[in-house]
């Protein structure tokens, strides 16, 4: 029963993820970034508990991407088709709606809402590629599905929490968001090698990369608040690619 541990919490990843899809689905973006939120702490919590209680396992590893493609690949997704809608058509509405309006006879704009859902197709690819990917065992190749998952997450509770006209005009363009849904695509399987915030040890030397981004994190957030999320992504990939340990 202990080794089943790590895929009790996995399952509780799946199970908010799920829950973030149906509140995403309906429009409420807020509280699907929340429950998003949730599935993303106990997805770094059942890796955890498995290396602490040696309950590593193949079933374990195929599970843990299965909850990953939901709440790291339909949820930002559908909260971008959600976002995508609200820019072109002033209000987020299910496909029924959509079409329901016109039948099949829709114009272009109808469509564009679905490109959104690319993010869930270059997540799963993503979460594929890393479990037969034998580089990625200390680090990553490309942006992590969590942190892409943060990205787009930002977009709605920055509109909501930390509103003003410019980030209104900026985040409701909807040239930006499909910027923005293509930009994610790449850099989810580009070959670009991230370092991860796994600590072996706890000496500042071996982890000062780690220790430095934490501490640009916490003073980013505590000073942008929800605005700091794409900042931080940008320092995570900056550092990557430029810290030289």
Known sequence: MIKQIPNIITSLNIMCGCVA????VSGDLIIASVFAFLGIFFDFFDGLAARLL?????????????????????????VMFQLLNLSIFGHMQTLTEIFSLDGWNVSFNNYLPLLGLMIVIASAYRLAKF?????QTSGF????????????????????????DLAETIILNKWFLIGMTLLSCVLLNAEIPLFALKFKTWDFKSN???????????????????LAIPFIILIYILLSVFWKS
């Open 21 to 24: 899809v149906l509140f995403a």
């Open 54 to 78: 040696k309950a590593q396992s193949e079933i374990g590893l195929q599970l843990d991407s299965l909850a990953d493609v939901i709440t790291s690949g339909v949820v930002p997704g559908v």
């Open 131 to 135: 479990n037969v990917d034998t580089r």
């Open 141 to 164: 190749i490309g942006l992590p599905t969590p942190a892409n998952t943060l990205l787009i997450l930002s977009l709605p509770l920055i509109l909501q929490f930390q509103f003003s």
């Open 208 to 226: 000062a990369v780690r220790y430095v981004f934490l501490l640009l994190c916490v003073i980013l957030l505590v000073f942008l608040k929800f």
